[in-house]
């Protein structure tokens, strides 16, 4: 049962990183905060539907949770290993500690929606 949830959560969190990487690639935002936040979103929102479609009853504590190792992973990647500063905008630079909601609105929502027929 571990390996199975252990392997939903890469999948959500695979899922979230491709929409990401394809949004950042494709859009070519500039560096605000809507530009930071809008990959960030699409990827979160992505990542808890596809948490939800793998279970209805542990949609939401699966999606947060990838959220969260995804967060920590890119921050840990962006500020311990490439050794990125914070710069002057705080609110950019830790665009990541949005992945957690992301993950949820976007498991609640699918949720929602689907428990309303």
Known sequence: MAVLATLRT???MGVAVLVWFVLVLALNLPDTLVGALLPVWAGGLAGGVVSSIFSLRQGLTMAFASGVLLMFGFLWYRHIIADISLGENTLI??????FPAAFYVGAYGYISLRTLR
């Open 93 to 98: 630079s830790l665009w990541p500690v949005w």
């Open 10 to 12: 890469l999948i959500c």
